[in-house]
Nanobody
Framework: QVQLVESGGGLVQAGGSLRLSCAAS????????MAWFRQAPGKGREFVAR???????VYTDSVKGRFTISRDNAKNTVYLQKNSLKPEDTAVYSC???????????WGQGTQVTVSS
C-alpha cells in the first residue's frame, strides 16, 4: 500500500512559478513510475508528466519547456516545478504511482493551483 500526499499548491500570478511536492509512504517508492495529473473545472482529468524508475520523463505538449518533473528516492518524494504559469494551468493537481507505465494504482487527494491573469 502506498499513500500519497501532495503539497505546494496555491494562488500565483500568470508568469509565476510554483513547485508541487508529493510525498509517498512505503519502502518501495523507487520501484514506482510517478506521475502528475490535473483536472480543471468542468473538464476531465489530464495527464501532465511522468517519471519512471530510470528517471526517464514524459510531458504533455502543453507543459513542455515550462514544467519539470523530478524525484528524490531518498525522500520518497516526487516534484513538479512549474514555471511560466498560465491561467489555463489552473486545476487540481494530483500525483499518482504505478508499477506499470500508464496504470496507476495509487492516487493522492490533490492540491489546488490557481493562476490569475
Amino acid at each position: 500500500q502506498v499513500q500519497l500526499v501532495e503539497s505546494g499548491g496555491g494562488l500565483v500570478q500568470a508568469g509565476g512559478s510554483l513547485r508541487l511536492s508529493c510525498a509517498a509512504s512505503g519502502r518501495t517508492f523507487s520501484t514506482y513510475t510517478m506521475a502528475w495529473f490535473r483536472q480543471a473545472p468542468g473538464k476531465g482529468r489530464e495527464f501532465v508528466a511522468r517519471i519512471g524508475r530510470s528517471d526517464i520523463t514524459v510531458y504533455t505538449d502543453s507543459v513542455k519547456g515550462r514544467f519539470t518533473i523530478s524525484r528524490d528516492n531518498a525522500k520518497n518524494t516526487v516534484y513538479l516545478q512549474k514555471n511560466s504559469l498560465k491561467p489555463e494551468d489552473t486545476a487540481v493537481y494530483s500525483c499518482a504511482a504505478g508499477l506499470l507505465t500508464g496504470h496507476y494504482e495509487y492516487w493522492g487527494q490533490g492540491t489546488q493551483v490557481t493562476v490569475s491573469s
